[in-house]
């Protein structure tokens, strides 16, 4: 890969975002979008604060683009800036550069405006831009028409996985010679009423609302449930041929991809986590790695009593005694859960933790679990050599992606 590039709720931009999560910087605040009222369960999210497409968007675009589709579009201008890439890349062929981006929900927003237009006043007020605003597979398009790539585009809807899915479809297409360079990633804005609702109706959610910068608190004990969070992570993977033809600095490698099914239930993971640990075999294999060379593993670690715990299950199964040499960490502590655009933005965190031999901390793992016995880099940063990262991504439904990273 060759360009990163993030949005998220302790930072907008990599330069921001990647020291305040070795800091340990929480994005838990009170929501502010909207409204919230004590009948919602869950009053708390990580927002992405100050956010100012305007130096990327003009007026009209910013008016036409759900805040998902802008938070995509700026993510990817930065990741573009980072590869050398800016404007219609030099030296790719248009068709062999394509766009796959997941989104577990996508112009959320939207839809909700729209509905209430439509209830309010009637369907002639409802806007001529509607579908193609909340309509999820927007992003990629519009970030196609900005670029002129001309190959593979699409999105990948599977929950909590879909951005995972994405970078691994984008590995997969570059691999098989379809494409030179695919702009790959994730995001997702739903911080939006019908969205805590739901997800609050199904008990997912934490309620520490007087508690917002500690709420989200993977593998301790007083966990109680996830904290929203919004934003987008944005790689550039390329052909290393073409990388290194036009002189590309190269970040690292995407080094394997996994992917499995649990079966199981429409939202709570398999109990021992046989779907993940699926999920983490094929991406060890496929990166021709043994259990013992895992470094670093940036755990799906949702804050919730289930998963956490399954996927404790799931790492020791799969690492069998190596398990206890590897740190694993959870960065929703700090980011809150990104949905749909979670895998992309850990895949970057796991991406820099190879380059700099730093892994950011589990902030508010105070009171450690006793079924979840692992290295959780608690409270604080660690220094350690990564040679190879591994970045979970579980959905509901039952999807799990491993991915693999080398530096």
Not at 55 to 70: M, P, S, T
Not at 151 to 166: E, K, L
Not at 312 to 337: C, N, P, Q
Request: charge should be negative; proline fraction near 7%; glycine fraction near 12%.
């Amino acid at each position: 890969m060759t360009g990163l590039g993030l949005v998220t709720p302790v930072g907008i931009g990599l330069d921001a975002a990647w020291p305040a999560l070795l800091a340990g910087a929480s994005g838990g605040t009170r929501v502010s979008q909207f409204r919230i009222t004590p009948e919602f369960p869950s009053q708390i999210a990580c927002e992405v604060q100050d956010f100012d497409p305007s130096g990327v968007l003009d007026r009209k675009e910013i008016r036409r683009y759900d805040r998902f589709a802008q938070f995509a579009i700026v993510a990817a201008s930065e990741a573009m800036a980072h590869a050398d890439l800016e404007g219609p890349p030099r030296g790719i062929q248009p068709e062999r550069f394509g766009v796959v981006l997941g989104a577990g929900i996508g112009g959320i927003a939207t839809f909700e405006k729209q509905c209430r237009q439509l209830l309010a006043r009637g369907p002639g007020r409802v806007s001529p831009f509607f579908v193609p605003m909340f309509i999820p597979d927007i992003a990629p398009g519009i970030i196609a028409i900005r670029y002129g790539a001309k190959g593979p585009n699409y999105t990948t809807v599977s929950a909590c996985a879909s951005s995972a899915h994405a970078i691994g479809d984008a590995l997969r297409i570059i691999q098989r010679g379809d494409a030179d360079v695919i702009i790959a990633g994730g995001s997702e804005a739903a911080v939006t009423p019908l969205s805590m609702a739901g997800f609050g109706s199904m008990k997912a959610m934490s309620t520490r609302n007087d508690e917002p910068g500690t709420a989200s608190r993977p593998f301790d004990r007083t966990r109680d449930g996830f904290v929203m969070g919004e934003g987008a992570g944005i790689l550039i993977l390329e052909a290393r041929e073409v990388a290194e033809a036009r002189g590309a600095e190269i970040l690292g490698r995407v080094a394997g991809f996994g992917m499995s099914a649990d079966a199981y239930h429409i939202t709570a993971p398999e109990p021992g986590g046989a779907g993940a640990q699926a999920a983490m075999r094929l991406a060890l294999a496929d990166a021709d790695a043994d259990p013992q060379e895992v470094d670093y593993i940036n755990a799906h670690g949702t804050s919730t009593p289930q998963n956490d715990k399954s996927e404790t299950s799931a790492i020791r199964a799969v690492l069998g005694e190596a398990a206890d040499a590897a740190v694993v960490g959870s960065t929703k502590s700090m980011t809150g859960h990104l949905l749909g655009a979670a895998g992309a933005v850990e895949a970057v965190i796991s991406v820099m933790a190879c380059r700099e031999g730093r892994i950011p901390p589990t902030i508010n793992l105070e009171r450690p679990d006793p079924d979840c016995d692992l290295d959780y880099a608690p409270l604080v940063s660690r220094e350690k050599p990564v040679g190879l990262a591994l970045s979970n991504s579980f959905g509901f439904g039952g999807h799990n992606v491993c991915l693999a990273f080398r530096p």
